[in-house]
T-cell receptor, first 114, second 107 residues
Framework: NAGVMQNPRHLVRRRGQEARLRCSPM?????VYWYRQLPEEGLKFMVY????????ESGMPKERFSAEFPKEGPSILRIQQVVRGDSAAYFC????????????FGQGTRLTVV | GIQVEQSPPDLILQEGANSTLRCNFS?????LQWFHQNPWGQLINLFY???GTKQNGRLSATTVATERYSLLYISSSQTTDSGVYFC?????????FGKGTRLSVIA
């Protein structure tokens, strides 16, 4: 039973480019969460999605960041016109019945903006 | 929103020693999880423990929800226990993480 799958594991982008991060939840899970971790810091919540719906995006920057979880396929976190400050580890998690059931995390995507 | 505080922020142990990590939270919760982030950055689930006590090998955890704290016990520590231990809670929002306890176990 595969866990939460994220790809790519590492992503290097030049300033101004777009970054697309993908997340496939655990089998049977319909709740997906994205978190960002800056070096030497904890994880900060960004967005909570269910299939075709954004449930809570209170942690998402207002500009350049967007997320989706389509009916078919993985969840996508998209960062447009990346800046150096976007360099971080981005983690995806999934849970089953609701946000209070156990969440499992993927291995993360480490984004470096040069 | 809910606040999560972990203590101590840093901990250095000799191999074989025991330790207790603490997590305080500011409001009632429906979910509490402990994670270990290893030196490679991977987040490993340790316990899903909104209340009560659980044990898994050398690790155990206790959550006293009415007093808004949880404890993680590590016994007979090993160098592979090194990393950062995070507590995360959810109530009306998705998981909120504490800043973690950075554990270094030296041989």
């Amino acid at each position: 039973n595969a866990g939460v799958m994220q790809n790519p594991r590492h992503l290097v982008r030049r300033r101004g480019q777009e970054a697309r991060l993908r997340c496939s939840p655990m089998k049977g899970h319909s709740h997906v969460y994205w978190y960002r971790q800056l070096p030497e810091e904890g994880l900060k919540f960004m967005v909570y999605l269910q299939k075709e719906n954004i449930i809570d995006e209170s942690g998402m920057p207002k500009e350049r960041f967007s997320a989706e979880f389509p009916k078919e396929g993985p969840s996508i976190l998209r960062i447009q016109q990346v800046v150096r400050g976007d360099s971080a580890a981005y983690f995806c998690a999934s849970s089953g019945e609701n946000m209070n059931t156990e969440a499992f995390f993927g291995q993360g995507t480490r984004l470096t903006v040069v | 929103g809910i606040q999560v505080e972990q203590s101590p922020p840093d901990l250095i142990l000799q191999e074989g020693a025991n330790s207790t990590l603490r997590c305080n939270f500011s409001d009632s919760v429906n979910n509490l999880q402990w994670f270990h982030q290893n030196p490679w950055g991977q987040l490993i689930n340790l316990f899903y423990i909104p209340s009560g006590t659980k044990q898994n090998g050398r690790l155990s955890a206790t959550t006293v929800a009415t007093e808004r704290y949880s404890l993680l016990y590590i016994s007979s520590s090993q160098t592979t226990d090194s990393g950062v231990y995070f507590c995360a809670v959810s109530g009306n929002t998705p998981l909120v993480f504490g800043k973690g306890t950075r554990l270094s176990v030296i041989a």
